[in-house]
Nanobody, 123 residues
Framework: VHMVESGGGVVQAGDSLTLSCTFS????????MGWFRQAPGKEREFVAT????????NYSDSVKGRFTVSRDNDKNTAYLQMTNLKPEDTALYSC?????????????????WGQGTQVTVSS
């Protein structure tokens, strides 16, 4: 049981990119989802989280207004649509299932991490 992220790449500042995260197990719709990122030399940081139904989402201040998280429970997949990308968005992006109903940025409440997909934004 694991997550598989895809969609990363090398883009220029101002470009858009959409990441996908597919869960290989069952009961995907029973969990909230979270996106995190880790830049070289830095700790993993929260990006966004979405509720089980997709009706509620929370974002970090650094991406609010530029990123949108969504999900398709029939496809066991969550998405992170990123617009107006900046060089500081360069990182390895990972997703995980959220084990609590409340939208949280705390890492300890997430499990089944994927290997991540690299996003590089050039200036």
């Amino acid at each position: 049981v694991h997550m598989v992220e895809s969609g990363g790449g090398v883009v220029q500042a101002g470009d858009s990119l959409t990441l996908s995260c597919t869960f290989s197990g069952r009961h995907f719709r029973a969990y909230g989802m979270g996106w995190f990122r880790q830049a070289p030399g830095k700790e993993r940081e929260f990006v966004a989280t979405i509720s089980r139904s997709g009706g509620a989402a929370n974002y970090s201040d650094s991406v609010k207004g530029r990123f949108t998280v969504s999900r398709d429970n029939d496809k066991n997949t969550a998405y992170l649509q990123m617009t107006n990308l900046k060089p500081e968005d360069t990182a390895l992006y990972s997703c995980a299932l959220r084990t609590v109903p409340i939208g949280t940025s705390a890492l300890r409440f997430y499990k089944y991490w994927g290997q991540g997909t690299q996003v590089t934004v050039s200036s």
